[in-house]
């Protein structure tokens, strides 16, 4: 069996950077390429000596000019098994990780030196998973964890090829395992508490054909309830690698990996009051049929019923019922790795992919009979209307399942050419496409017989049921939505890398320029300055001399008739970055690098018509970051330890706010604009310390301050006072810890924790949610020895071993107590809207069981 106190070594070489095996920790193959040549230069063989980076004997040292932390497999595997990869990198320095549910599958929220996560670029394989819409991070999506190799965390810096236009707080990488060269299968079973029980299993052919090709197929199931109310989540994951060693480093492989899930989402309307009396209520409503329906037209024109196949009806608002906050996804990759050497010193790397993604987060809406997107009669009021639910009349009001359907088809490139000038100079010149297109629809749907949507993916074509759809009577069905947007991305890069000085000084100087297409199509009408739509084949009332158009339903209100635009975005990204070693086990690292944001599709989707008649986007500028870190890294044979500092300037923040710029086309509108500033320092840290044979520690440590810049616009003469004040969701400090024991040969135990300081949730700092500390514990032993069968063991997980009681994701806000919010001597008071969160796991243990031969 494999030592765990080796085994904590292997991943604690998170620290720095450092990863065993000399393996980078890059998020393409063209990256990988220069930092294992990189790397080369502080490699050490000592024969005989213990310690952090000892494997089989051989040290490897690798040093990269930033802050980054990388974990690999060894430690993955003393997890939850099918726990999301966040989780798991929840104890580097910088990175705050807030999970949904104990065994990760209901997503979560990610913080990254105070950035939230659609501000966060996530990585597969060199291939960007943020939604191509509004930058989303999808946790519950990821890859089975047993098939991930190693997976890092930079800090506020990108590599110079990210295929990234998100990225202003750093990136997230995770690579997948290559097949094993020898034949086999690896199974692994477990059950724990809520229900849960999960198998996955993977094969490996081993070296097969002419040319040793090698392959894995793998597959895993995964279902439990929610810990907090009704409903479960259920996941089917596959995944498939074909990998060619082409020798002399060179190599080929194609991946393939498919995701299922069905999710109940939770009820997240837990309050600070709900926390200090311990009191969480569900909040779900049960939809069921009725004994009968009220025979009156007032009476029935008053109630909210809802439509079922047999024509029976059901009362009461439906849309905190657990059956409709669901949240389906089907995701899907292609993706491929090539990297040959033309020459002796001329390399080319590739990483084309294709995703695929169809994913909705439910929805509920009630409908008059007599809407005029359904009968085109104008008022309301007349017309023949459409009777919904089979009743005879056209009086009710009828609840149906409202869907906003994202269906995306997403093609990718990477490439690189890297020339070795000579042992010391090496330039890159990279090339990445990123073509996204994004289908969002809302195709409304009935209910079935069991009070449950017909299809969790409503009307739509191909997934969900067409013939469930909520038809007008002119053929039409409603659409909550209905819009086609292209993002594309195009980025040119260049890098030099140099070693000077005997190779006790590393340069990297590099750039890249990235080229950003958003082509926006709206197929329905957008309410003037609003991201409002009505989507509608009825009349138009009128139509008025700056273009826009009124309809009799909704009165004056104007609205923009459907269009299509092309908003283009670019910038130049310098990324510098010097490593300096002035003695063995010793360096000094200092990196500049500069971040983008492209405004989001919702935030370009709000058109307004000027009064001479045009038709303005709202085009604001993209986010930008300047990024400086200065670090120090040691490394010993029993101590490997990283501190560094950091300073970052985020500029043209975007929020929504009113526009009160009399001379501004938007006046009077709340529309997303850029509000100024964020100025944020800290210090991340980070020691791992070998004790004995048999235990090491593990501790990190981070401070972030932060500073907004500028007060929020509420009006033309209010405004929040936000200058001063921190991030939300940003804790002051963060703590992380694990000690690794290994109690006898056969039984290793772990014990880790995370403590997280307080957060405000409001934009002024006038609500705190209080800290927290998690604990986990983990302890495997090996059942080789007992059943003659190599690699098995079973292994005990403990998740919040404590059950502290603590609210995770925070619904942030402007303001959660009445405040004054007139800049002058007056006094004008805004409400405040107390916030809520997330209520996290409680204590939950699972037991595995694992089998490889």
Same mark, same amino acid.
Request: proline share 4%.
């Given at each position: 069996?494999?030592?765990?106190?080796?085994?904590?070594?292997?991943?604690?070489?998170?620290?720095?950077?450092?990863?065993?095996?000399?393996?980078?920790?890059?998020?393409?193959?063209?990256?990988?390429?220069?930092?294992?040549?990189?790397?080369?230069?502080?490699?050490?063989?000592?024969?005989?000596?213990?310690?952090?980076?000892?494997?089989?004997?051989?040290?490897?040292?690798?040093?990269?000019?930033?802050?980054?932390?990388?974990?690999?497999?060894?430690?993955?595997?003393?997890?939850?098994?099918?726990?999301?990869?966040?989780?798991?990198?929840?104890?580097?320095?910088?990175?705050?990780?807030?999970?949904?549910?104990?065994?990760?599958?209901?997503?979560?929220?990610?913080?990254?030196?105070? &950035?939230?996560?659609?501000?966060?670029?996530?990585? &597969?394989?060199?291939?960007?998973?943020?939604?191509?819409?509004?930058?989303?991070?999808?946790?519950?999506? @990821?890859?089975?964890?047993?098939?991930?190799?190693?997976?890092?965390?930079?800090?506020?810096?990108?590599?110079?090829?990210?295929?990234?236009?998100?990225?202003?707080?750093?990136?997230?990488?995770?690579?997948?395992?290559?097949?094993?060269?020898?034949?086999?299968?690896?199974?692994?079973?477990?059950?724990?508490?809520?229900?849960?029980?999960?198998?996955?299993?993977?094969?490996?052919?081993?070296?097969?054909?002419?040319?040793?090709?090698?392959?894995?197929?793998?597959?895993?199931?995964?279902?439990?309830?929610?810990?907090?109310?009704?409903?479960?989540?259920?996941?089917?994951?596959?995944?498939?690698?074909?990998? @060619?060693?082409?020798?002399?480093?060179?190599?080929?492989?194609?991946? &393939?990996?498919?995701?299922?899930?069905?999710?109940?989402?939770?009820?997240?309307?837990?309050?600070?009051?709900?926390?200090?009396?311990?009191?969480?209520?569900?909040?779900?409503?049960?939809?069921?049929?009725?004994?009968?329906?009220?025979?009156?037209?007032?009476?029935?024109?008053?109630?909210?019923?809802?439509?079922?196949?047999?024509?029976?009806?059901?009362?009461?608002?439906?849309?905190?019922?657990?059956?409709?906050?669901?949240?389906?996804?089907?995701?899907?990759?292609?993706?491929?790795?090539?990297?040959?050497?033309?020459?002796?010193?001329?390399?080319?790397?590739? #990483?084309?992919?294709? @995703?695929?993604?169809?994913?909705?987060?439910?929805?509920?809406?009630?409908?008059?009979?007599?809407?005029?997107?359904?009968?085109?009669?104008?008022?309301?009021?007349?017309?023949?209307?459409?009777?919904?639910?089979?009743?005879?009349?056209?009086?009710?009001?009828?609840?149906?399942?409202?869907?906003?359907?994202?269906?995306?088809?997403?093609?990718?490139?990477?490439?690189?050419?890297?020339?070795?000038?000579?042992?010391?100079?090496?330039?890159?010149?990279?090339?990445?496409?990123?073509?996204?297109?994004?289908?969002?629809?809302?195709?409304?749907?009935?209910?079935?017989?069991?009070?449950?949507?017909?299809?969790? &993916?409503?009307?739509?074509?191909?997934?969900?049921?067409?013939?469930?759809?909520?038809?007008?009577? %002119?053929?039409?069905?409603?659409?909550?939505? %209905?819009?086609?947007?292209?993002?594309?991305?195009?980025?040119?890069?260049?890098?030099?890398?140099?070693?000077?000085? %005997?190779?006790?000084?590393?340069?990297?100087?590099?750039?890249?320029?990235?080229? +950003?297409?958003?082509?926006?199509?709206?197929?329905?009408?957008?309410?003037?300055?609003?991201?409002?739509?009505?989507?509608?084949?009825?009349?138009?009332?009128?139509?008025?001399?700056?273009?826009?158009?009124?309809?009799?339903?909704?009165?004056?209100?104007?609205?923009?008739?459907?269009?299509?635009?092309?908003?283009?975005?670019?910038?130049?990204?310098?990324?510098?970055?010097?490593?300096?070693?002035?003695?063995?086990?010793?360096?000094?690292?200092?990196?500049?690098?500069?971040? +983008?944001?492209?405004?989001?599709?919702?935030?370009?989707?709000?058109?307004?018509?000027?009064?001479?008649?045009?038709?303005?986007?709202?085009?604001?500028?993209?986010? /930008?970051?300047? /990024?400086?870190?200065?670090?120090?890294?040691?490394?010993?044979?029993?101590?490997?330890?990283?501190?560094?500092?950091?300073?970052?300037?985020?500029?043209?923040?975007?929020?929504?706010?009113?526009?009160?710029?009399?001379?501004?086309?938007?006046?009077?509108?709340?529309?997303?604009?850029?509000?100024?500033?964020?100025?944020?320092?800290?210090?991340?840290?980070?020691?791992?310390?070998?004790?004995?044979?048999?235990?090491?520690?593990?501790?990190?440590?981070?401070?972030?301050?932060?500073?907004?810049?500028?007060?929020?616009?509420?009006?033309?003469?209010?405004?929040?006072?936000?200058?001063?004040?921190?991030?939300?969701?940003?804790?002051?400090?963060? +703590?992380?810890?694990?000690?690794?024991? @290994?109690?006898?040969?056969?039984?290793?135990?772990?014990?880790?924790?995370?403590?997280?300081?307080?957060?405000?949730?409001? #934009?002024?700092?006038?609500?705190?949610?209080?800290?927290?500390?998690?604990?986990?514990?983990?302890?495997?032993?090996?059942?080789?020895?007992?059943?003659?069968?190599?690699?098995?063991?079973?292994?005990?997980?403990?998740?919040?071993?404590?059950?502290?009681?603590?609210?995770?994701?925070?619904?942030?806000?402007?303001?959660?107590?009445?405040?004054?919010?007139?800049?002058?001597?007056?006094?004008?008071?805004?409400?405040?809207?107390?916030?809520?969160?997330?209520?996290?796991?409680?204590?939950?243990?699972?037991?595995?069981?694992?089998?490889?031969?």
């Amino acid at each position: 069996m494999m030592n765990r106190k080796r085994l904590f070594w292997a991943t604690t070489a998170l620290i720095g950077g450092v990863v065993a095996a000399g393996s980078a920790s890059a998020q393409s193959t063209g990256t990988e390429a220069v930092e294992n040549r990189a790397s080369t230069v502080a490699e050490v063989v000592v024969t005989g000596v213990r310690g952090p980076f000892t494997t089989d004997g051989t040290i490897v040292a690798e040093t990269v000019a930033k802050s980054r932390s990388t974990i690999t497999q060894e430690f993955i595997s003393t997890q939850t098994p099918g726990q999301t990869i966040l989780q798991t990198l929840n104890l580097v320095p910088g990175l705050n990780f807030t999970n949904s549910d104990p065994y990760g599958s209901s997503g979560g929220n990610v913080r990254l030196r105070g &950035f939230d996560g659609n501000r966060v670029s996530l990585t &597969f394989d060199g291939i960007p998973l943020n939604d191509t819409g509004n930058y989303a991070i999808y946790t519950n999506q @990821q890859l089975d964890p047993e098939l991930i190799e190693r997976a890092s965390v930079n800090q506020g810096t990108t590599d110079v090829d990210s295929p990234t236009a998100s990225a202003t707080g750093g990136t997230i990488n995770y690579i997948t395992s290559r097949p094993r060269n020898e034949p086999g299968v690896q199974l692994v079973t477990g059950l724990g508490d809520h229900n849960y029980g999960r198998v996955f299993l993977r094969g490996d052919t081993g070296e097969i054909g002419p040319w040793g090709t090698t392959v894995f197929v793998a597959g895993s199931y995964t279902r439990y309830d929610k810990f907090k109310g009704p409903g479960e989540l259920e996941k089917r994951q596959f995944n498939a690698r074909v990998y @060619q060693n082409l020798g002399d480093g060179d190599f080929a492989a194609v991946s &393939f990996h498919w995701n299922r899930n069905r999710n109940n989402f939770y009820n997240n309307f837990n309050s600070l009051a709900n926390l200090n009396s311990g009191v969480f209520p569900e909040n779900d409503i049960a939809c069921v049929r009725p004994v009968g329906v009220a025979g009156t037209a007032q009476n029935e024109a008053t109630q909210s019923l809802r439509f079922l196949s047999d024509g029976t009806t059901a009362t009461g608002s439906c849309t905190n019922y657990h059956g409709l906050r669901i949240n389906p996804s089907d995701t899907g990759n292609i993706r491929g790795n090539f990297s040959y050497g033309i020459t002796d010193n001329l390399r080319l790397t590739l #990483d084309p992919s294709f @995703q695929y993604v169809m994913a909705n987060g439910g929805g509920f809406t009630t409908i008059s009979e007599r809407d005029d997107r359904l009968d085109q009669a104008g008022g309301n009021t007349g017309g023949l209307g459409v009777d919904l639910n089979g009743d005879g009349d056209v009086l009710d009001t009828v609840g149906i399942y409202t869907p906003s359907n994202t269906n995306t088809r997403r093609y990718g490139l990477t490439g690189s050419l890297i020339w070795d000038i000579n042992d010391d100079h090496r330039l890159r010149a990279a090339y990445t496409l990123d073509y996204g297109r994004h289908r969002q629809t809302g195709e409304a749907a009935f209910f079935g017989r069991d009070s449950e949507p017909a299809s969790v &993916f409503g009307g739509q074509d191909g997934w969900g049921k067409p013939e469930a759809r909520v038809f007008g009577r %002119d053929g039409s069905f409603y659409r909550s939505r %209905d819009r086609f947007s292209i993002a594309q991305l195009n980025q040119v890069a260049v890098e030099y890398v140099g070693n000077f000085m %005997d190779d006790m000084v590393t340069l990297n100087v590099g750039a890249r320029a990235p080229f +950003f297409e958003r082509e926006l199509n709206q197929y329905c009408f957008s309410q003037n300055g609003s991201s409002n739509v009505r989507c509608t084949t009825e009349a138009v009332a009128s139509t008025l001399a700056n273009g826009n158009v009124t309809f009799a339903s909704t009165g004056t209100t104007q609205w923009v008739r459907p269009y299509s635009t092309t908003l283009k975005f670019d910038d130049i990204l310098p990324n510098i970055g010097l490593v300096v070693r002035p003695f063995e086990g010793h360096s000094v690292y200092a990196s500049y690098a500069k971040g +983008f944001s492209v405004p989001r599709t919702d935030q370009l989707y709000q058109p307004v018509r000027t009064p001479s008649g045009g038709l303005s986007f709202n085009q604001v500028e993209p986010e /930008s970051t300047d /990024s400086w870190d200065l670090g120090y890294r040691v490394r010993q044979s029993n101590l490997i330890a990283s501190l560094a500092g950091w300073y970052t300037e985020y500029q043209n923040r975007i929020v929504s706010s009113l526009d009160v710029d009399p001379n501004s086309e938007f006046f009077g509108f709340s529309i997303d604009r850029n509000v100024g500033a964020v100025k944020q320092w800290g210090v991340d840290g980070q020691i791992g310390w070998e004790a004995t044979d048999t235990l090491a520690f593990y501790v990190s440590a981070s401070y972030n301050n932060s500073e907004l810049q500028e007060n929020l616009a509420l009006s033309t003469t209010t405004e929040l006072p936000t200058r001063g004040k921190s991030l939300v969701e940003t804790p002051e400090w963060t +703590f992380g810890g694990r000690i690794d024991w @290994q109690a006898t040969p056969n039984l290793g135990l772990g014990l880790q924790a995370k403590y997280v300081d307080e957060r405000f949730s409001t #934009d002024i700092n006038d609500e705190v949610f209080p800290s927290y500390t998690v604990a986990d514990f983990d302890a495997r032993y090996d059942l080789t020895d007992t059943f003659g069968v190599t690699g098995a063991y079973v292994q005990l997980n403990v998740t919040n071993i404590f059950d502290e009681t603590y609210l995770g994701n925070i619904s942030t806000g402007n303001n959660a107590t009445t405040i004054d919010v007139d800049p002058g001597p007056g006094v004008v008071n805004r409400n405040g809207v107390v916030r809520t969160g997330s209520l996290g796991s409680p204590r939950t243990a699972m037991i595995s069981l694992g089998l490889r031969f």
